[in-house]
């Protein structure tokens, strides 16, 4: 099975930062410069993704304010995550349902 069966092919939009190592024999699928390992595949039907296609305008806001001093240590700005938001949501969701479609159709 394709390594994009699920996804395609996308840029996450980073505002967690999550760390890890790849499991044994896992192939990775996404990657950005704050999280090198956003998405893995590990054998025919098992996927693993580090960042929130589910996100909402509420739940943004949630994170940032609950990971605020992560974000601070980063370097991130959370004023600018939140401005950037208004383009990225809409898209993120239309990915989401993309994403949650396909991986349906797998089971």
Same mark, same amino acid.
């Given at each position: ?68 001093? $992560? %974000?601070?240590?980063?370097? +991130?700005? !959370?004023?600018?995550?939140? &401005? @950037?938001? =208004? *383009? $990225? %949501?809409?898209?993120?969701? +239309?990915? !989401?349902?993309?994403?949650? &479609? @396909?991986? =349906? *159709?797998? %089971?």
């Amino acid at each position: 099975m394709p390594s994009r069966a699920v996804a395609g092919s996308f840029s996450p939009w980073p505002v967690t930062v999550h760390t890890t190592s790849d499991p044994a024999g896992a192939v990775p699928l996404a990657a950005t410069a704050m999280t090198p390992l956003q998405a893995f595949r590990a054998g025919p039907r098992a996927w693993g993704i580090q960042f929130h296609l589910e996100t909402d305008r509420q739940v943004l806001e949630a994170m940032l304010t609950s990971g605020a001093e $992560e %974000l601070r240590d980063t370097g +991130a700005d !959370a004023a600018r995550i939140l &401005a @950037r938001a =208004a *383009a $990225e %949501l809409p898209r993120l969701r +239309a990915l !989401a349902l993309q994403v949650f &479609a @396909r991986w =349906a *159709a797998l %089971l």
